[in-house]
Nanobody, 122 residues
Framework: VQLQASGGGLVQAGGPLRLSCAAS????????MGWFRQAPGKERDIVAA????????YYADSVKGRFTISRDNAKNTVYLQMNSLKPEDTAVYYC????????????????WGQGTQVTVSS
């Protein structure tokens, strides 16, 4: 599986942004997908994850109620809709696929996209 994240940019606090992660590979639709983020000097942390059919989702406490993860298996794409953005959401956002263990652990994921920068101005 190869992953390509896009949609990052500069946005004012309170605004929305939608990230996309396009995947190649026939096995995409069977894999758990996740979004992580990493701010300068910090660890890469889970933002959200979604099961293969979209029936199950996981969100970090810091984004619950503001972010929504979804997927379209027909398009081999996973999305992260981010609303009510805050300056502390500023980070490089990565999509990842196929965790071998805990969804929330970066080291559990086998495939990674290249990252897209999200900057939220106050």
């Amino acid at each position: 599986v190869q992953l390509q994240a896009s949609g990052g940019g500069l946005v004012q606090a309170g605004g929305p942004l939608r990230l996309s992660c396009a995947a190649s590979g026939r096995s995409f639709s069977s894999k758990v997908m996740g979004w992580f983020r990493q701010a300068p000097g910090k660890e890469r942390d889970i933002v959200a994850a979604i099961t293969w059919n979209g029936a199950g989702t996981y969100y970090a406490d810091s984004v619950k109620g503001r972010f929504t993860i979804s997927r379209d298996n027909a398009k081999n794409t996973v999305y992260l809709q981010m609303n009510s953005l805050k300056p502390e959401d500023t980070a490089v956002y990565y999509c990842a696929a196929d965790p071998g263990g805990s969804w929330s652990r970066a080291d559990a994921y086998n495939y990674w996209g290249q990252g897209t920068q999200v900057t939220v101005s106050s």
